[in-house]
């Protein structure tokens, strides 16, 4: 079935992302922190996007993901995350609460990356299924 195998992927690495964002928040205010969240949370959003939508092509979901995040940093120029936030204190971790120009960025980087990440593995498992109906051994893949 195809996507299937992607989908599961992407289900798989979310909570990953999620205690990896947590973990580095959890390291403390500093830039650094603030840059490798921004990070996860583009990773996530696509790693989102691709257990939604596991057949679209990897740039389709870049380019969706990365519409998303900056919708939601766009949406910071409003009062609105920050109020949500003040009602329900995990919702700054979904919305945000301040724009910060430079996170847009950030987002492109983790969005690249995770792109990147899922057009190897999906060349990989293509090589491997060729491979396969091409009757090759396991040992003599490329």
């Not at 969706?64 to 949500?84: F, G, H, K, N, R």
């Not at 919702?91 to 910060?100: I, N």
Request: glycine fraction near 8%; charged fraction near 15%.
């Amino acid at each position: 079935m195809k996507g299937a195998g992607r989908r599961l992927s992407a289900v798989v690495a979310v909570p990953l992302v999620v205690a990896a964002g947590l973990g580095v928040r959890s390291v403390g205010p500093g830039a650094a922190a603030s840059a490798a969240g921004d990070v996860l949370y583009a990773v996530l959003v696509y790693a989102l996007v691709v257990a939604l939508a596991p057949r679209w092509r990897p740039a389709v979901a870049a380019a969706t993901a990365l519409a998303v995040c900056w919708l939601v940093e766009a949406a910071q120029l409003t009062s609105i995350p920050a109020a949500l936030a003040d009602v329900w204190w995990p919702v700054r971790y979904v919305l945000g609460t301040s724009f910060v120009w430079t996170d847009l960025l950030l987002y492109a980087v983790g969005v690249l990356l995770a792109s990147g990440v899922d057009l190897a593995v999906s060349r990989y498992r293509h090589a491997r299924t060729a491979a396969e109906v091409d009757g090759l051994p396991r040992g003599d893949r490329a």
